[in-house]
């Protein structure tokens, strides 16, 4: 399969515990956020998305935090599942159609 | 996925050689993306398009040219201008309204041998 995430930053859970996955954003500017997951060798899929004028939303297992004093985002999964094992990455959107990506964080889920 | 056709899925060129990577959707999104990824790396910004024949460069468009003669399509031409093109190219598409959601194809594996 595809090679993305070598070098990444790797983060190992045990299945059932909650993951938190961190990403420091780069424009203060920037008003829309994204989470992705990207399987190896395959495209990413949307997670979650948050507006600057939020600070928290949830989804199915994903909660989405952010942190707009100290540009931070974070993505908490809980009940980790093998099925999460990936590379997660956030992106950032200043309300144009460019956006800026993280280079990802890898999740390891231990049985 | 979901709509989103990149093709092939791995590609070999010969050093020299122009390849085109293609990319079709039937989201019906007018703005399409071509991001390279490389290992360690986040996406880097080819080209994008936000409507039919019209399309801006990215941070790394040397090397690389487009066409968007449909709305549906978005094709990719790697140039042997280009020195490293071995790399994981992913399209994208996006709404016209600000900040939305890009969606991603599959991806192609491009090796040069």
């Known amino acids: 399969g595809e090679s993305v995430g070598l070098h990444l930053p790797t983060l190992s859970v045990q299945e059932g515990d909650n993951s938190i996955i961190n990403c420091a954003y780069s424009?203060?500017?920037?008003?829309?956020f994204i989470w992705y997951k990207q399987e190896s060798g395959k495209g990413p899929q949307f997670i979650i998305d948050?507006?600057?004028?939020?600070d928290k939303r949830q989804g199915q297992r994903v909660t989405v935090l952010l942190n707009k004093t100290v540009k931070h985002l974070s993505l908490q999964i809980a009940a980790t599942q093998p099925g999460d094992s990936a590379v997660y990455f956030c992106?950032?959107?200043?309300?144009?159609?460019?956006?800026?990506f993280g280079t990802g964080t890898r999740l390891k889920v231990l049985a | 996925d979901g709509g989103i056709t990149q093709s092939p899925k791995y590609l070999f060129r010969k050093e020299g050689q122009n390849v085109t990577l293609s990319c079709e959707q039937n989201l019906n999104h007018d703005a399409m993306y071509w991001y390279r990824q490389d290992p360690g790396q986040g996406l880097r910004l080819i080209y994008y398009?936000?409507?039919?024949?019209?399309?801006q460069k990215g941070d790394i468009a040397e090397g690389y040219s487009v066409s968007r003669e449909k709305k549906e399509s978005f094709p990719l031409t790697v140039t042997s201008a280009q020195k490293n093109p071995t790399a994981f190219y992913l399209c994208a598409v996006g709404g016209v309204r600000r900040g939305s959601e890009a969606f991603f194809g599959q991806g192609t594996r491009l090796t040069v041998v």
């Open positions: 992106a950032e959107s200043m309300g144009t159609y460019k956006y800026i």
């Open positions: 948050i507006r600057s004028n939020m």
């Open positions: 424009n203060s500017a920037s008003d829309y």
């Open positions: 398009s936000q409507i039919v024949n019209d399309f």
